[in-house]
């Protein structure tokens, strides 16, 4: 082997290592930052967390029942809103729309996926804040629910197209309905996807908190109706982090894990209910 | 392809006329009803950008294009500049960008040619996972660890070594650009992986065959070949994720440092224009002051959407060239 060989192979070898550590670098990372996060959130959590509302400002103990019960209410105001139009708007797309519409329905989507999550906050607090003259828990979701749109919308449609062909010509075949074929035959096929595609939605807006800092705002106390502004966990985790308490540090930490936990959680379901060696489209 | 399958109506086979227009009502009410939710994707995207626009008309009105060369930001004045907050933006997103991108660019050149497919794929999965971490529990491991870190080993030493350079200068507060620097570019990677795998993973193989069998090393069919074959999606990756980077908000408010200075050194506590928006919108009193914030909304969006579209492009354009090589 002459040396010019020798030292082609020996840079090859070492570039292509370094690839290797490259990878293990990006990806220890996310061990890193689940290990520290169980590491302090479980020394912190306990059962007041979930049950006691915040005490006082400088007294220790206290809970994020509050905080829970609001992102609760928030996701589930966000869903009605972002499911039913990403859903009904994808059956559009993929079954009814001509090229032209679609295109321009996309682009829409497309466009409000890039949107910076607190240019979304901004657009909530104009639209719904402003008119009511009221921080809520309506404007808290109204924002989030427009960030669920278009996932679900996207990743909905290509669900609604990787349906064969075969399977539509074969139910109107038999002489159904054009909606009647959508609603028994093809969402029914790929029912796995959509709601793959619902949860990877969900999960990520369930750890948003830029939009909600300027809708749902926060409360320390139970947040007594849906037009009035709400706690929610992960507003709690910014507000007790940059706080000069120990005690809401440890508080931080223990929501910390409790919102990383689910957003984990979701995410590796949604990518369970699909079936094996189905990619889940990116969003 | 299958968006344009207009059935023609329900076929005259069998069956009553009444029949079949039910049939046929049923489906255009349908039609109608998803169109309307469709639509309504369209027109809330429309009325964004009208709120925006509509919101910022006051303090675009006075500020004019000097908005962005002041960098006063004085609120009790009533003086708004954005200069302050558009440099802490570009300065944290291009240290972001200067350790994702060969970082990324590394791991996905792994993923794509070295790893077996179980492993990469399973590397994949937690990429995917990582990608997935909210952006605020970023900023509570940033705040609460990595800038007591910053401000006790990595800045002195950083000082030390490297203190030559107006770079790395002037008091170690631990906040700052470099720390919110460091903190983008671990949540962008995620980004430059997926996307510059997928990628890598779509160049003919006939061009590695052919690279390997002119008696080229692994890596130079790798690095020669292979990632020139896939540079403009790479490229587009890369602008993916500087857009992220730019509309981040969370993480970046809680380590930045929130004050509107304008420094070479990377120590120096800042503000981004998102995290301006975060922190003053609330506390905004007068119009032109909330307006103002509005204005840098509008600002952050239309970057956001320039650098998206230019990305999707990108990709396009390569994940093309691929499929066109690959069947003549």
């Known amino acids: 082997m002459s040396p010019r060989l020798r030292w082609r192979k020996l840079v090859s070898g070492f570039m292509l290592t370094m690839t290797g550590v490259c990878a293990l670098v990006a990806v220890s990372v996310l061990f890193l930052i689940l290990g520290y996060l169980v590491y302090n959130g479980g020394r912190s959590i306990n059962w007041n967390f979930f049950t006691k509302l915040p005490t006082p400002v400088g007294e220790t103990g206290g809970g994020m029942a509050n905080a829970i019960v609001g992102s609760a209410k928030l ?54 804040v402003l008119p009511f003259k009221h921080f809520s828990t309506l404007a808290g979701g109204f924002a989030l629910g427009l960030m669920m749109i278009p996932v679900t919308l996207r990743s909905t449609e290509q669900f609604l197209l990787a349906v064969p062909r075969a399977l539509r010509e074969a139910a109107m075949a038999l002489g159904a309905s054009k909606w ?38 926060g409360n320390r106390y ?37 919102l990383l936990g689910l957003v984990l959680v979701i995410n590796i379901v949604a990518r369970a209910v699909l079936a094996r060696g189905i990619a889940v489209p990116r969003a | 392809m299958a968006a344009t399958t207009t059935v023609p109506s329900a076929g005259p086979v069998a069956g009553s006329r009444s029949f079949l227009r039910r049939l046929r009502e049923g489906d255009e009410i349908a039609r109608l009803i ?37 960098r006063v930001w004085d609120p009790i004045a009533e003086q708004f500049g954005a200069l302050p907050f558009i440099y802490g933006t570009v300065i944290t997103a291009t240290v972001a960008l200067v350790i994702a991108v060969p970082l990324g660019i590394g791991a996905a050149i792994f993923l794509a040619e070295l790893a077996p497919a179980r492993l990469s794929d399973t590397l994949e999965f937690f990429i995917d996972l990582l990608a997935a971490v909210p952006s605020v529990i970023y900023g509570l491991l940033g705040f609460l660890a990595v ?3 910053m401000r006790d080993y990595v800045q002195p030493g950083l000082k030390n070594t490297l203190g030559f350079l107006p770079l790395f200068t002037g008091p170690a507060y631990g906040v700052g650009f ?13 980004y430059i992986i997926s996307v ?34 896939a540079r403009t999606g790479i490229m587009g990756s890369i602008f993916l994720a500087l857009a992220r980077a730019l509309g981040e908000t969370m993480a970046v408010t809680m380590v930045i440092g929130n004050a509107p200075t304008i420094s070479a050194s990377l120590f120096s506590p800042g503000d981004s224009i998102a995290s301006v928006i975060a922190n003053q919108f609330t506390e905004a009193t007068g119009d032109l002051y909330l307006q103002a914030l509005v204005e840098l909304g509008l600002v952050l969006f239309l970057l956001t959407f320039l650098l998206n579209g230019f990305a999707r492009l990108l990709i396009v354009i390569t994940a093309q060239r691929g499929g066109e090589t690959a069947h003549p």
């Open chain 2, 34 to 70: 998803t169109f309307l939710f469709a639509a309504s994707v369209v027109l809330v995207t429309l009325l964004l950008i009208f709120e925006l626009w509509q919101g910022s008309a006051l303090a675009r009105h006075k500020f004019g294009l000097q908005f962005f060369f002041t």
């Open chain 2, 147 to 149: 800038v007591p870190l």
């Open chain 2, 196 to 229: 510059s795998r997928e990628v890598l993973m779509s160049v003919p193989r006939d061009q590695r065959e052919a690279a390997l069998g002119l008696g080229s090393t692994r890596w130079e069919s790798t690095w020669k070949v292979v990632v020139p074959f």
């Open chain 1, 180 to 217: 009647k074929t959508i609603a028994t035959v093809i969402v029914p096929a790929a029912y796995r996807g959509i709601l793959t595609a619902v949860l990877l939605a969900f999960a990520r807006v369930a750890g948003e908190t830029a939009p909600l800092l300027f809708t749902a705002m």
């Open chain 1, 222 to 258: 139970w947040s007594p109706g849906w037009k009035q502004p709400t706690a929610s966990l992960p507003v709690m985790i910014f507000t007790y982090a940059v706080s000069p308490y120990e005690d809401w540090h440890r508080q931080a930490w223990a929501a910390g894990l409790v």
């Open chain 2, 178 to 190: 470099l720390t919110a620097g460091i903190i983008l570019a671990i949540m962008v990677i995620p």
């Open chain 1, 75 to 128: 996701l589930l105001l966000a869903s009605l809103l972002g499911v039913p139009i990403g859903f009904l708007g994808a059956i559009y797309l993929a079954e009814f729309s001509g090229s032209k519409v679609a295109f321009v329905v996309r682009y829409a989507a497309d466009l409000l996926n890039g949107v910076p999550s607190i240019v979304i906050g901004i657009f909530a607090y104009s639209l719904v």
